[in-house]
């Protein structure tokens, strides 16, 4: 049986869940291009309507960070864009559509025609990119005989796209989207569908994932052990809870020194000053509350046969 090996220790398992985006794939090339475009689609659509979308509520919607000029630069892992289902993204859009004065028809029908520009934008793109080490640990879990799947509270035919783009959809025995379940994560629907195909038991499966959706998917289904990737510094940036847990928690003054920039940037600057492990660690727990293991990358993670 192969035996995964986090910072933790070890663990005896037959199987690995993962999540797809932050966890395979990079997070904001893939949906920041694509929420970049639904916005502005969706500004543009509500222009010609004789409709203004408040430029403050950007961020609000999704869950992202903005630079000046509007480019998406970061966002909250606890947020609708990383952790809600795609449905749960155009009920947003079509109730601020709603609320600007549009009919719920034709708040529906807006979102529609932005989600086909978004998707027509990354079918010609194409923007992923895996995670640091990602690669190198897929070919450890084929030489072990880990099998393998994906959950992801994206669509499957998206997801089967996304991996085939990214070129590792023949690592996978199973693809497990949100549209395959009645219910999406937190819930454990999806890893014990995908234990099911796997033809493992949960208790012989880790999760990886980046966010909390995915440590409470994996805790409700029994899963062996839940590891969350936390990535770096920087990739926090949006979730201010993370920096006023830790700020709260005695952990003040690389926060206090960063405080009067602004609360997103805080961690940010922590980072670049040198001043990274203990911010970073409570930051990384905070965003993974439930998570049994957390690592910055892949780099952290191995995986080998069990000595008999």
């Given amino acids: 049986m192969p035996e995964l090996i986090t910072p933790q220790g070890k663990h005896s398992i037959s199987a690995i ?10 997070f904001i090339s893939l949906w920041g291009s694509w929420a970049e475009c639904f916005l502005e689609q969706f500004t543009r659509q509500l222009a010609k309507r004789g409709l203004e979308f ?5 961020a609000a919607l999704l869950g992202t960070v903005h630079d000046a000029g509007g480019r998406i630069t970061g966002y909250d892992r606890n947020g609708p864009l990383a952790m809600g289902t795609m449905s749960d993204l155009y009920a947003i859009l079509s ?3 709603y609320l600007l004065g549009l009919s719920w028809a034709e708040s529906m029908e807006l979102v529609t025609l932005c989600r086909q520009e978004a998707d027509a934008l990354l079918e010609r793109s194409r923007p992923v990119l895996p995670l640091p080490g990602l690669l190198h640990f897929l ?4 030489a072990c005989g880990a099998a393998l799947a994906v959950v992801t509270a994206d669509e499957t035919a998206a997801a089967e796209n996304h991996l085939r783009w990214l070129g590792i959809r023949g690592y996978f025995s199973a693809v497990i989207g949100t549209d395959q379940v009645e219910r999406g994560k937190p819930f454990p629907d999806m890893a014990l569908l995908a234990c099911e195909r796997l033809g493992v038991l949960p208790a012989e499966a880790a999760v990886i994932g980046d966010t909390n959706g995915d440590m409470r998917m994996a805790r409700a289904a029994g899963a ?13 940036a949006g979730n201010t809870s993370a920096v006023d847990a830790a700020a709260h928690g005695g952990i003040t003054s690389a926060v206090d020194a960063a405080a009067y920039g602004g609360i997103t940037s805080a961690v940010d600057t922590a980072a670049y000053a040198g001043i990274t492990s203990t911010v970073d660690a409570a930051a990384a727990r905070c965003l993974l509350p439930d998570a049994d293991s957390i690592v910055q990358s892949y780099a952290e993670l191995s995986i080998e046969r069990k000595a008999r």
Avoid: N
């Fill in 224 to 236: 062996a052990v839940a590891v969350g990737i936390a990535g770096a510094a920087d990739s926090v």
């Fill in 17 to 26: 869940l993962f999540d797809k985006d932050g966890t395979l794939l990079q």
């Fill in 54 to 58: 408040p430029v403050q509520h950007r």
């Fill in 95 to 97: 109730w601020q559509g």
């Fill in 139 to 142: 070919d450890q879990c084929a």
